[in-house]
């Protein structure tokens, strides 16, 4: 390959650069203050600082800095491309290791729109303090696949959600695998728990790729994001049902309504999270505290079992190892709240977290460790309580835990219909008209 070669290529003046350059990819003269580094010019192998705003910021910029180093003249013309600088003299004689991956991922880059600043999009994708990186709106659905490789403001939002779909579904069928699902009905509510921990952060990885469709498809996409979150919710109630209730509660007329209730909670939860974002561009802080309340609320009435066990009687059966797990669970769920409402630490410096760093990233992270460790609570609390639940509780039926599941689905599904229609009848200067 070409990139990788060891041996000097022949310079390319700007109009001659090798075709994967040219997709997308304007060469202009460098901007003044870049020294050398002008047409025709050699690189000689010196570190030059990037610092044409708003490149300075971009990684890009990083990639190039390092690469200018040691490169050959293809890499060297793919860096400047990318950068909108044109030097294209091939002095060095090798790439470091990681240039090559790197530049492999600059190309696809190439392929696609350069990412968009905030001035450039329309008010419905603006994120606070979030000020370039932004991908073009009415991208197609290739580009935003492609956009995962892309170095823009939602690619580290999709493989926060996305790497972990995968480590959930590892353990998922790990658990699958050695259970008897036919006969252990003791073990259904926690396959249960275990599918629909794989389904949110699927969910949301895919809203994040194909966000950037048109403004509908990103209400949509966000639409089945939050209904996949309830899912999970209601997952995470029918396996506290079943393993993790403190044991005065076991039995008890509130255990017996606890999953019927979860049920409820994930309807209404799905139609306020939806709504909240028609008030997006009219009322903000409305829209925020809706959509923070159709969250916390449903996640509050699941965790109230925990509650009580944690901070009032837990039992004699519930004093195990796993107490420690959903005191983590639910600090980590407190902290991944707290960013997703405060926009920090983007907010305290626009433009400075566009790309890592800013606090959608952050609360994905936060909730998927508090998933992990929810998960092992659960887990221990099914394998350590087992004896005494199974001699004192009264588990959950098939019928009830699927009849729960696909009223769940069925409720969800029509709100996000119903919610979806509503784009299209309302107008859109209606729907993205900002209130005086
Ligand atoms: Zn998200």
Redesign the pocket.
């Known amino acids: 390959m070409r990139v990788l070669s060891r041996h000097p290529v022949q310079a390319h003046p700007p109009s001659e650069l090798p075709p994967l350059l040219l997709p997308g990819a304007q060469v202009v003269a460098p901007k003044a203050g870049l020294g050398k580094f002008a047409p025709g010019r050699r690189c000689a192998g010196r570190r030059v600082k990037c610092s044409n705003p708003p490149f300075a910021r971009h990684p890009s910029a990083q990639l190039s800095y390092s690469a200018r180093s040691r490169c050959d003249g293809f890499a060297l013309a793919t860096c400047c491309s990318v950068l909108n600088y044109t030097d294209s003299s091939p002095d060095c004689d090798s790439l470091p290791a990681s240039v090559p991956l790197l530049l492999l991922l600059k190309m696809l880059s190439l392929k696609l729109p350069r990412p968009l600043s905030i001035d450039q999009m329309p008010q419905v994708f603006h994120e606070q303090g979030i000020i370039f990186g932004y991908r073009h709106p009415q991208s197609s659905a290739t580009a935003c696949l492609l956009s995962l490789f892309q170095m823009n403001n939602e690619t580290l ?1 999709i493989w926060t959600h996305l790497l972990p779909f995968w480590f959930f579904m590892w353990r998922f069928v790990t658990v699958l695998y050695v259970t008897d699902v036919q006969n252990d009905s003791y073990s259904w509510p926690l396959l249960v728990y275990m599918g629909t921990s794989c389904v949110y952060p699927f969910a ?1 990885s895919c809203a ?1 790729t194909f966000s950037s469709m048109s403004k509908n498809a990103r209400h949509i996409c966000y639409f089945l994001d939050y209904g996949a979150v309830n899912l999970f919710s209601l997952g995470s109630a029918v396996a506290y049902s079943a393993y993790t209730f403190p044991d005065t509660l076991v039995c008890t007329t509130f255990h017996d309504y606890y999953v019927a209730l979860a049920v409820l909670n994930t309807i209404i939860s799905t139609g306020l999270s939806c709504y909240s974002r028609f008030l997006e561009i009219q009322k903000p802080r409305l829209c925020k505290m809706l959509r923070v309340l159709a969250f916390a609320y449903p996640y509050t009435w699941d965790s109230f079992p925990i509650f009580y066990r944690l901070f009032l009687f837990p039992g004699e059966s519930a004093q195990n190892e796993a107490s420690m797990y959903h005191q983590k669970h639910m600090a980590m769920t407190l902290l991944a709240s707290f960013l997703y409402s405060a926009h920090l630490p983007e907010r305290l410096a626009p433009g400075r977290f566009d790309y890592i760093g800013h606090s ?1 990233q952050l609360f ?1 992270v936060c909730v998927i460790l508090a998933t992990h460790m929810q998960m092992e609570a659960i887990l221990l609390d099914k394998t350590l309580r087992k004896e005494w639940l199974l001699a004192s509780s009264r588990p959950l039926s098939l019928l009830q835990i699927t009849g729960a599941i696909l009223l769940c689905i069925v409720f969800t599904l029509s709100n996000i219909l119903y919610f979806s229609a509503a784009l299209y009848r309302i107008p859109e200067p209606e729907l993205h008209k900002k209130e005086t």
């Open positions: 939002n949301s994040h959608h994905h």
